[in-house]
């Protein structure tokens, strides 16, 4: 534990803070040792020094611990953070302050929305028609509106009118915060959400279509209750929101509707309230912290704070949007006040932190943004100003031009204290609630950016680190880099019960052998020796930094499982006064959260060093294959490919050796001994049991057998060229490559090309059971298995042998994924699928995807392990594996692009001294043959209170797990089924913080703990997936490859997937790329052009009416209609911007693992249905919801379970 | 009138055919009580420089059950234009094309001379010869280089028309695809699965081509080749190198085990190769293997080298656990091979066992070639080998192909069966007796391959009865028809045809036993007991045939001292080789060299050695030089080097010239030794000597006279009293 505690208390202590933030270790312990020494103490209880206390605080980290500490005195200890680092400081802070005052503030933070439900439905009732609102609120609609589709998820039509009618009243006053932003957006935005003519005729009954709009926008947002608000008073948004909760409790589900209506009669008003949006943007507060902020300009009236919440809506997340915050705020905010003051203080020395912290931060700001919050906030939310801005302007700015927004959004933040004008905000709020008024996921990310200035660094426990969207630079000090691994809390509930209450996953995505950026240093290689790595006797967990050296250095108790181990002599080492060992630095598995050691015999395959692997390339070689060009570019490529071989060393020669086989009906194996004048072809047609028809000379060193091989792959394609043959096998083919390794005697990847359902009389023969009628019913989940039970047997024996398959789909028709992919699933291999593959335009797609899938890193034979503290335990994976038990993840192959999604449980209680430990240990053999074990070591921390865990939780990370968790759910339920348990849950999560942690308020208002106010966006891109509700246009094998695809990704490629980046490309600035835009048609303009990347896919939409310029800079012709949008690559054109753009290209192309071949959408032009199916924000031909309705939805749900 | 042993050589010498009785007893009671049946060794391609093939085809009997070939033995009305079968009496029209036939201008199937006759069939197309290798390359390194070397020297012998495949065969089979440019390439198949010719047929992809090989009915689908067999002149280079590269087979083979050998699977794939392409076709397959087969179908010894391979004892005692299964495979695979006209030869070239004896039948049933040798390096396999490649004087191979052999006899004699190496055609008829001999049942048998020298034995039973005597003079008909794939590729027709004299047992015994023919019925006799050995017991035979027997008992029926295999081999010879050749077998000859006068052949006894002769022994299967004791001595001390003993010299030549001149001559080579007095090899000799002196009676005979063997079996002398009694009293 000591040790642990070491490395994190360096920073944590004071002391170690300093350190940690920048110096490193050593500072902190020796210029700190006096002051700190009582916490040190704790590190020390190790040593007989400070026994006590050092137990307790010391083991965690001393930052950790010194908040927990505090706990009874949060404050102070945030303040002592501060103080002490900035590093230590903002975590624990957060935590520490965050709670408490969070909890308070947070409250405050609610949304309007629901308040606004409410009024409306009651009004307009649920006779208000949605088509109004529909437009705008779309969401809303769509989700009752929806009523077929949607209908399922929202269940609205019933709950939702009643409980609208509630929310609606509300809504009118919370107008403000949303208000504003959807005013201005509203009246445009109503008419695209196209939702309306749907919602319409939903309420279509409704009497007034006014109200209908009302409805509609209200439920969306907060912004029902400005529109509500709308009214001219919206200012008065407290006010407003008061009126408007009282309204919503009645009726929750309908409310949306109503609201809608409201909003656009508040549009009358709200028009004016534009102007105030930018209000709101200054009012920045968006963030929770930001609603504070735009509380703060209320400060003097509450209501004037809530306007700005409107802005808050938005920035929802932390904060309540609507003005429901403000009310509720107000009263906690006192108190959060006071943390807030103090956490500026900290805020402003630790920048970097705090940025990092930021998350959690915002929460405590919103604590402040409680109504007094807003008052006092101002001086403090400075810092929080920042976050706050970003959203608004995010709102706003999309309203407009994202961009343009942004700008000046922020600049407007910083007029933050400004955020008096708050009020004017409200009127726009007031207008209509509008998705700018909703939390803006550009908004986040932009706001994270900005914050994250300094290198991240580990030391400190339960930190959560930037998101993903943002570069920022790793320092490993004690953690393992979220590169490696990513929680979903950071602040892990104590007991069962709060896990329970919560619903909120307990989870790490862990990518073990994640490639790092140039600058990071790779895990340093540990060797102990003939006995192998040191370990604890009784869990078997690795020697880490939580490994806690007594008795002089003699022994050692495990941070896991607390068993006593004797160290063997010769790692002996004295410790320091500390109770550190003195060689402390000097060891990474003492001083790093990531770290291989080197494994001896006894870790191996019968206990035989490992051989070095071997890659097996084969190809499909019938008529399919080679008509489409597949079987010559393959060949071709090899050629030079096989130069690039994965290594250790890049002096050496791989190690690596290769084999070849070519197949259609039968198989053709090449001898390619150097020896040999020409290859030798033995063809085994007898495919019923597969054999090897030879060793030697099958799997060679390239560089000897380079001749031999460059003949063979000549003659392939010619020997080919006029095959007519059709039918393929497939069992076979991975039997044969199996069979290789094994008789070889090595593990190894077969590099499968495949075109076909394989047909052909042999094992694994499948038929075509594509069927789109059992789509949406209790059968669908039939199609995502395999049709045969082959492959899982066949896949079984490939784990056992280290052999693992990427496979490369060419099909032209059904292939069955599903069946197909069951082998490189489980064995740690990859899906790639090139659906009518030609040549000319896929090639470059295909063969970069090729090049790295054959270069990347990648060890054999894995094994992983995750270790945990007592208290909880890994329960659950996720990924591309096998298991063959509950704790041993088996890959045949993993990958730098694996990662497996890791689901914790408790079993027992943690303690927040000692947070919440997880070793991964993956057990692999590298590609020159060594056989190593890779350690990643995480240390989170606990809490009991659930405010804690809300406001250290990572909502990217959490859809990570969701996305796997639903995707793997189809497998054995229905689809709808999967979708409302996620819906469901998320609920569940958000119910849970609104009733625990954010401070009293209207039912009618949605109050968004300030990390997972994008839960709601993101969800319903899950819940929108081609997986979960696909289109007609999908195919079967499309959504199993997908299905197939997520299950190993990482977060970075999750948040990308589902919610793509779409870049304006208006202005181009080298050394920056543009800010994005939010995924919504209604952001795209018809003058510009944007580039959308979901990580698979990349698109470049070009605007109607683009300018000639812009044209020309980009695609050399000034005629719209002159662009060909078939080509995959932009010309290559003389001037910056096409330069710049290219660049930028080629740089999303370079931070993904698949090539995006990139396409070029005209507007208006038919491949802009597939371009608009990535507009994620707007509802979807498939039937799902606009982000607005969803988060309507959300709320009634939320609604329902609170009362 | 000649002497029955002019008689009997010149039928031997016109038509190959030598009877055991040159009468006939004339009924079937008188036949039954002589022991020895009718019965003769034919040999149904006995060269014949002076018999030009004719270039028509023969006349038949129109009666459908008869089809007897117009011979010199038909009565003719040249005025009619008629002639009469002498096997069922029909008279028959001849054909248009005998229009001019008269006395004096006769065909020459009416000369008597030309009882036997061929002639080559104008119809249909010339088939090339097909020659499918088969390759064992689980061995040392030296003798597949010498195997691959044999190989590629066979190349330059065959036809530019013959069509040749490649398949080798380790733990795994390959079929070689012949003629590929750039890339060599194999069809692999599991050496633990056997696969029907239709199987094999689709995995090698020969269905297409065999059905897009409809181009016109009959229309002389030539140059018949497949991706696996193609013409020499051809791929003769590629082929080269291909064998050239052929690698021991790559598969480890740890401490302890044997190699994987897939023989059995290997000899499938070729049988069902050439089923599938070129049925009834002639065709060789050629095996070459180098030790048993250890997987598979066929298997007869497991891969644990510390389980030894069956012995004669594990068989007596039904202890040989693979050996059921194995002769059942290759006997299948015999079946099918001969249906099609295939012949299977076996090449068995290791220290220890092959499996023979399970693998016989191959060889046995389609007239193949069995030769058994210690190595591929030694020139007893390679001499062999080449010698198959044989050419007579026309510059034709000296073998055949796919014949088939018919048998009519006159309506007093039946056809009981046939000892060689052929297989029945089950062709009922009303020559067929009920009673069977050998492969009985049948008037027509299949001898996939045969060369001048296979000899079968035929045996007849007199049907006629007892009351219904044969007129005076009457004289019994045979009539062998003989067709066959001759090795230019044209199919030819030989006809025999021979009659004997009836006799009444009763009244003209001495004529009967004045044509005993000795010889021919020693042999002819033997085949029955070998052939019988090998459906019976063992110990059965021996007592059957001493009951039986004017017949010595041979190495061929006394297994103890023996291999199993090595007697599959000799019973194999045996079964084959005519009458000369199968009496050395018998009776293994031994002349002995002195300075005492020219070499003499001497008494095959142990009486003969002597220390200052030198013996030359041979066995048909063995050559051996002996030197005595004394002999010995003189080598040793190295007298023929030196000028005054150039007498020594020349005797030490001697023997060894007269050995080679007899190698050469000899298929399969026979094993060449020279050994002395107290040598290893002595054995050889010790063991073929007749026992005149043995433990049991040396002290009588003297110690100096001889060399004693220690025996239990009885001398020649005592057995020879045995059978000269029996014989007297069998034909009396």
């Given amino acids: 534990m000591n040790v642990n505690q070491h490395t994190p208390m360096a920073s944590p202590y004071g002391q170690p803070q300093p350190g940690y933030s920048q110096p490193g270790y050593v500072p902190l312990d020796g210029g700190y040792p006096g002051p700190y020494a009582p916490y040190n103490g704790p590190a020390s209880p190790y040593q007989p020094g400070a026994p006590p206390q050092g137990i307790s605080g010391p083991a965690r980290g001393p930052p950790t611990t010194g908040p927990l500490p505090v706990s009874a005195p949060h404050q102070y200890n945030q303040y002592s953070h501060s103080q002490g680092d900035m590093q230590n400081g903002p975590p624990p802070m957060t935590q520490a302050q965050p709670r408490p005052p969070v909890s308070q503030p947070y409250n405050p933070g609610a949304m309007n929305m629901s308040g606004p439900h409410p009024t409306y439905p009651q009004h307009y009732g649920p006779p208000p028609t949605m088509q109004q609102v529909s437009n705008q609120m779309s969401g809303m609609q769509i989700t009752s509106g929806p009523p077929t589709p949607a209908g399922p998820g929202y269940a609205p039509p019933h709950s939702s009118q009643p409980p609208v009618s509630t929310a609606y009243s509300a809504p009118p006053p919370p107008s403000y915060t949303q208000a504003p932003p959807p005013v201005s957006s509203a009246p445009t935005q109503p008419p695209p959400p196209s939702g309306p003519a749907a919602s319409q005729q939903y309420y279509g009954s409704p009497p007034p279509p006014s109200q209908q709009p009302f409805n509609s926008s209200l439920p969306p947002t907060s912004q029902q209750q400005f529109t509500s608000s709308s009214v001219p008073p919206p200012p008065s948004q407290q006010t407003l929101p008061p009126s408007s909760y009282s309204g919503p409790a009645p009726p929750p589900g309908q409310a949306p509707a109503p609201p809608v209506s409201q909003p656009q009669q508040s549009f009358p008003p709200s028009q004016p309230p534009p102007t105030s949006q930018p209000a709101f943007t200054p009012g920045p507060p968006p963030t929770a912290p930001g609603s504070f902020t735009p509380q703060a300009p209320p400060p003097s009236s509450q209501s004037g704070s809530f306007p700005p919440p409107g802005p808050p809506p938005t920035s929802a997340p932390s904060c309540q949007y609507p003005g429901p915050l403000p009310p509720q705020q107000q009263p906690p905010p006192s108190q959060p006040f006071p943390y807030h003051s103090g956490p500026p203080p900290p805020r402003a020395q630790m920048p970097p932190t705090s940025m990092a912290q930021s998350n959690h931060l915002p929460p405590g700001p919103q604590g402040p943004p409680g109504p007094p919050g807003p008052l006092q906030q101002p001086p403090s939310q400075p810092g929080m100003q920042t976050g706050y801005p970003p959203q608004q302007n995010g709102a706003f700015g999309q309203v407009r031009g994202p961009q343009p927004g942004y700008a000046g959004p922020y600049p407007g933040q910083p007029n933050y204290g400004a955020p008096a004008p708050a009020p004017a905000p409200a009127p726009p709020a007031q207008k209509r609630l509008d998705p700018d008024a909703i939390p803006s996921p550009i908004q986040v990310i932009e706001d994270d950016k900005a914050k994250s ?73 540990v060797d102990h020796g003939e006995g192998g790595p040191i370990r604890c006797n009784r869990c078997k967990a690795y020697m880490c930094p939580y490994m806690q050296f007594i008795e002089g250095g003699r022994r050692f108790q495990c941070g896991f499982c607390s068993c006593v181990t004797e160290v063997p002599p010769h790692y002996f080492q004295h410790l320091d006064h500390t109770g550190k060992r003195v060689d402390c630095y000097d060891r990474p598995e003492l001083s790093l959260g990531s770290y291989e050691f080197l494994a001896t015999v006894d870790y191996c395959k019968n206990n035989k060093l490992p051989q070095p692997p071997a890659f097996i390339f084969l190809i499909d070689v019938s008529y399919n294959a080679v008509k489409s060009g597949m079987v010559n570019i393959v060949c071709q490529e090899l050629k030079t490919l096989l130069d690039y071989l994965p290594r250790e060393n890049p002096e050496m020669d791989s190690a690596v050796r290769v ?94 090309f495949h075109t076909s359902l394989p047909i052909a009389e042999a094992p694994g023969k499948l038929k075509n059971r594509e069927d789109k009628k059992l789509i949406g019913t209790d059968k669908e989940k039939s199609l995502f298995q395999p049709q045969v039970g082959f492959y899982n047997t066949l896949a079984k024996e490939c784990v056992a042998q280290g052999c693992c398959v990427d496979l490369f789909l060419f099909p032209n028709q059904y292939v069955d994924v599903a069946t197909l992919g069951v082998v490189p699933v489980s064995t740690g291999g990859s899906v790639y699928k090139y659906t009518y593959f030609q040549a000319q335009l896929d090639q470059e797609r295909f063969l970069n995807d090729l090049r790295r899938d054959v270069q990347k890193l990648v060890g054999f034979d894995a094994v992983m392990r995750v270790r945990t503290s007592t208290g909880i335990r890994a329960t659950d994976f996720f990924g591309s594996f096998f298991m063959s038990n509950t704790t041993d993840v088996e890959l045949a192959g993993l990958d730098c692009d694996k990662a497996i999604t890791v689901e914790f449980k408790h079993d027992d209680k943690l303690s927040e001294e000692t947070g919440a430990l997880m070793q991964c240990a993956v057990l692999y053999t590298s590609c020159s043959g060594q056989r190593r074990l890779r350690i990643h070591n995480m240390a989170v921390n606990c809490c009991s209170q659930l405010a804690d865990l809300y406001r250290n939780c990572e909502t990217d990370t959490i859809i990570n797990f969701f996305s796997k968790y639903a995707f793997r759910g189809v497998l054995n339920n229905p689809t709808k089924a999967v979708r409302d348990t996620l819906v469901n849950q998320c609920a569940q999560i958000l119910a849970c913080y609104r009733k625990n942690c954010a401070s009293p308020s209207s039912a009618g208002q949605l109050i968004l703990p300030e990390c997972m106010k994008l839960l709601p966006v993101y969800l319903n891109c899950v819940l929108k997936s081609d997986v979960l509700l696909p289109g007609a246009d999908v195919s079967l094998d499309d959504r199993a490859y997908l299905r197939q695809l997520i299950s190993c990704m990482d977060v970075t490629e999750t948040h990308v997937f589902f919610y793509p980046r779409l870049l304006p490309l208006m202005k181009l600035e080298s050394g920056s790329l543009p800010v994005a835009v939010r995924d919504s048609e209604e952001r795209l303009s018809k003058g510009g052009v944007y580039l959308l990347e979901t990580g698979l896919h990349l698109f470049l939409w070009v605007g109607a009416s683009v300018q000639q310029e812009l044209l020309l800079n980009i695609f050399g012709t000034p005629s719209f209609g002159q662009i060909d949008s078939s080509m995959t690559s932009l010309p290559v054109l003389d001037n910056p911007f096409s330069q710049r753009l290219r660049e930028i290209i080629d740089s999303f192309r370079a931070q993904r693992s698949r090539y995006m071949k990139l396409m070029v959408v005209k507007q208006e032009d038919r491949a802009e249905l597939i371009f608009r199916h990535f507009l994620v924000e707007d509802k979807s031909a498939s039937g799902g919801a606009s982000y607005v309705d969803f988060l309507c939805h959300m709320h009634k749900e939320i609604r329902q379970l609170l009362s | 009138m000649a002497t029955f042993p002019e008689y009997i050589a010149q039928n031997e010498e016109r038509d190959g055919v030598r009877f055991s009785w040159n009468v006939w007893p004339s009924s079937r009671l008188e036949a039954t009580r002589m022991v020895v049946p009718v019965a003769a060794l034919f040999t149904p391609l006995r060269e014949r420089t002076d018999l030009p093939p004719i270039q028509y085809e023969p006349v038949l009997c129109s009666r459908a059950t008869c089809r007897a070939v117009l011979n010199p033995l038909c009565q003719v009305d040249y005025r009619a234009k008629l002639w009469a079968c002498n096997f069922c009496y029909q008279r028959n029209q001849f054909p248009p094309s005998y229009a001019g036939i008269s006395e004096v201008n006769q065909p020459a199937e009416l000369l008597p001379q030309f009882s036997t006759i061929e002639y080559v069939v104008q119809r249909g197309p010339q088939m090339p010869l097909v020659f499918l290798y088969v390759v064992d390359t689980c061995m040392e390194d030296e003798d597949l280089q010498a195997l691959k070397e044999s190989l590629q020297m066979s190349l330059s012998l065959l036809p530019p028309t013959a069509l040749v495949g490649l398949i080798t065969f380790g733990r795994m089979v390959q079929v070689h695809e012949l003629g590929c440019e750039g890339i060599s390439k194999s069809y692999v198949f599991r050496g633990t699965k056997d696969l029907n010719a239709k199987q094999l047929q689709e995995m090698l992809g020969l269905t297409k081509p065999a059905a897009a090989q409809g181009r016109g009915p009959q229309a002389a689908p030539q140059p018949l080749s497949n991706r696996f067999l193609q013409p020499v002149q051809k791929i003769d280079m590629n082929l080269t190198d291909l064998l050239g590269e052929l690698q021991r087979d790559p598969w480890p083979v740890t401490q302890g085990k044997r190699p994987l050998r897939s023989l059995g699977v290997a000899m499938s794939i070729a049988v069902g190769l050439l089923e599938c392409t070129f049925p009834n076709t002639g065709a060789r397959i050629m095996t070459f293997i180098g030790g048993p087969a250890t997987q598979g179908p066929g298997m007869v010894v497991g891969d644990e080298l510390k389980t030894p391979i069956r012995s004669w004892h594990d068989i007596e005692k039904d202890n040989a656990k693979f050996m059921k299964k194995a002769t059942k495979h290759y006997e299948s695979l015999a079946i099918r091979a001969s249906t099609n006209g295939h012949i299977i030869d076996i090449y068995a070239c290791a220290l220890d066992q092959t499996g023979l004896l399970e693998m016989k039948c191959c060889s046995n049933h389609t007239g193949g070639y069995m030769v058994m040798a210690d190595s591929f390096n030694t020139s007893l396999f390679k001499q062999t080998f080449q010698r198959v490649f044989t050419k007579d004087v026309q510059g034709s191979f000296k073998m055949a192909f796919a014949a088939t052999l018919e048998v009519k006899t006159s309506r007093e004699i039946k056809v009981s069966g046939a000892i060689g190496p052929c297989v029945s055609l089950s062709a009922k008829g009303p020559c067929v007796s009920e009673n069977e001999i050998g492969t009985g049942g049948t008037c027509q048998w299949k001898i996939c391959g045969l060369d001048p020298a296979t000899t079968l034995a035929l045996y007849f039973e007199v049907v006629n009865q007892h009351n219904a005597p044969i007129p005076q003079g009457g004289r019994g008909a045979i009539q062998f028809v003989t067709q066959y794939q001759h090795s230019s590729g044209q199919r030819r027709i030989r006809v025999t045809t021979t009659a004997r004299n009836w006799a009444d047992a009763q009244t003209q015994i001495q004529s009967i036993a004045a044509s005993f023919d000795q010889e021919a019925a020693a042999i002819l006799m033997a085949r029955l007991a070998v052939y019988r050995a090998e459906t019976e017991e063992g110990p059965d035979v021996l007592r059957w045939l001493d009951r039986q027997l004017p017949q010595r008992r041979s190495k061929l029926l006394q297994l103890c001292h023996l291999t199993h295999y090595e007697s599959s081999y000799y019973r194999h010879q045996f079964n084959r080789q005519d009458l000369t050749q199968a009496l050395i077998m018998i009776q293994p000859v031994l002349y002995a060299y002195s300075f005492n006068g020219p070499p003499e052949p001497v008494l095959l006894d142990s009486s003969s050695i002597l220390p200052d002769r030198i013996l030359l022994m041979d066995t048909f299967f063995q050559i051996l030089i002996y030197h005595g004791e004394t002999v010995a001595q003189w080598r040793k001390a190295g007298y023929q080097d030196m000028a005054e003993y150039e007498n020594f010299r020349h005797l030490l030549q001697a023997p060894v010239d007269d050995a080679q001149e007899l190698l050469h001559t000899r298929f399969p080579m026979p094993r060449y030794i020279d050994t002395e007095h107290g040598g290893s090899q002595a054995r050889f000799l010790l063991s073929k000597v007749n026992p005149s002196q043995t433990h049991n009676n040396m002290y009588a005979w003297g110690q100096e006279s001889g060399a004693p063997i220690l025996t239990d079996d009885v001398s020649l002398q005592v057995f020879m009293d045995h059978l000269k009694k029996l014989a007297v009293s069998s034909a009396a």
């Fill in chain 1, 453 to 525: 200035t300094e290198p991240f660094t580990t030391g400190v426990r339960g930190q959560a680190p930037p998101l993903v969207t943002t570069n920022f630079q790793v320092k490993d000090q004690g953690n393992a880099s979220p590169r490696f691994v990513r929680c979903t809390a950071y602040n892990m509930p104590c007991t069962a019960d709060m896990a329970k209450q919560s619903q909120v996953p307990l989870a790490a995505v862990v990518k073990p052998l994640a490639m790092l950026p140039p600058d990071e240093t790779p895990p340093y290689l």
């Fill in chain 1, 659 to 752: 084999g070849f086989v070519t197949y259609n009906k039968v198989l053709h194996f090449y001898n390619v001994k150097s020896s040999l004048a020409q290859p030798q072809m033995l063809v085994v047609s007898d495919v019923s049991d597969m054999f090897v028809p030879l060793l030697d000379g099958f799997l060679v060193n390239v560089n000897e057998s380079r001749l031999v091989i460059e003949s063979l792959l000549d003659q392939i394609p010619e020997m080919f060229a006029d095959t007519r043959e059709t039918e393929t096998v497939f069992g076979p083919v991975i039997q044969a490559g199996l069979e290789a390794l094994k008789a070889a005697d090595c593990a190894g990847k077969l590099f499968v």
